[in-house]
């Protein structure tokens, strides 16, 4: 719990001298992959990489680093390794839409044990450990346990990246959920099906610092995941990492069933 209370002051004291002073009054130039980049984003993770060593000695991974030094730090990573998303939903604070996050997960031997996301618009700060629970402001997830049918649920979806055009659609035609949101972060829709916002989810390629925090939160608070790939979620290739995911186990039957057999 110290590790929590430490994480959630450093993400708010980052977000209040480094992110919300950028928001709207920021520039912002592309990567090579074609994302979006700002000042916020570097400052951001600077300030992480030179706090969370302090919590917990293990090195930083973030995802405005390159590729090449991202890997190495994966290749050393069993011991401990944070890894951070300074704001996830980059192209939502470029645009002055405010529904982004900054994220950060500890992990070792290839699964998160810690993870933390943080909303600095709504003060949102969503928490958990491995085997204890999940946590918005200390209030425990879910919110709510919403009884509805599958033909009601909310799912959230990102179609992006999906290789199955018979799933894609599928989806557009013959969904079996009520209705769907796509709202740009990530990290935040881990978080909203984790307190019951949601109801069910799908991504089609999640980098490691997409899911790192928030699967960890979804699980502590009683979800179940897996991928399109692999029904051991944290088994699958760790750079692109495609996501079934549900708010409980009897929902997630239902989503996960009619998600294989639409592939």
Known sequence: ?????????LLRDVAEREVLPRFLQVGHTRKEDGSLLTEADLACQSALETALPRI????????????????????????????????????NFINGLPHFAISVALMQNGRSTVGAIYNPITDELYTATQGGG????????????AAHPMSEAIAGLDLKYLCSAKLASRLNSVAPFGSQRSMGSSTLDWCYLAAGRYDVYL???????????GALILEEAGGRIASLQQDDFWSDAPWKRSVIAARDAA???????WVRQNQ
């Not at 390159?66 to 390794?81: I, S, V, Y």
């Not at 999940?134 to 709510?144: E, I, S, T």
Request: charged fraction near 20%; charge should be negative.
């Open 251 to 257: 929902m997630f039957a239902q989503w996960y069933r």
């Open 203 to 213: 991504h089609g390629g999640q980098r490691l610092w997409d899911y790192a925090a």
């Open 56 to 91: 917990l000695p293990y090195p930083v991974l973030g995802e405005e680093m390159t590729r090449e030094a991202q890997d190495a730090l994966w290749l050393r990573q069993r011991e401990g390794l944070w890894v951070v998303d300074p704001i996830d939903g980059t192209t």
């Open 1 to 9: 719990m110290q590790v929590i209370e430490q994480l959630g002051d």
């Open 134 to 145: 999940a946590y918005l402001n200390g209030a425990p997830l879910p919110l709510r346990n």
